[in-house]
């Protein structure tokens, strides 16, 4: 059982930045594929990004692209979520998610992973 805590949201002005972190649980953290979604009220769940296990292959969802940044950090079992240039379309509840099995063309697919995080709240607003 692996288990992912999400922290660092919070309520940012439009054009500010935050920092999301998640830590796993588990002694094969590096063996697996990380993705970040979101889910805004009353919408569905929608991808954000991905990281490889590595971390030498990332993907982003189009509307948060040259925005955001996604890396990872193995030694400390944690992936990180950095947001620049925030919009108040980005206001969701964040979450941080698990996929094994090396699938990475089903990075973007929130059904096909397979452990999650409670989420974190984002607020972008004056």
């Known amino acids: 059982q692996v288990q992912l805590v999400e922290s660092g949201g919070g309520l940012v002005q439009p054009g500010g930045s935050l920092r999301l972190s998640c830590v796993a649980s588990?002694?094969?953290?590096?063996?697996?594929?990380l993705g970040w979604f979101r889910q805004a009220l009353e919408k569905e769940r929608e991808f954000v990004a991905s990281i490889s296990e590595s971390g030498d292959m990332a993907d982003y969802a189009d509307s948060v692209k040259g925005r955001f940044t996604i890396s990872r950090d193995n030694a400390k079992n944690t992936v990180y979520l950095q947001m620049n240039s925030l919009k108040p379309e980005d206001t969701a509840v964040y979450y941080c998610a698990l996929l094994r099995g090396g699938r990475w063309f089903l990075a973007n697919v929130d059904s096909a992973y397979d452990y999650w995080g409670q989420g974190t709240q984002v607020t972008v607003s004056s």
């Open positions: 588990g002694r094969t953290f590096g063996t697996h594929i």
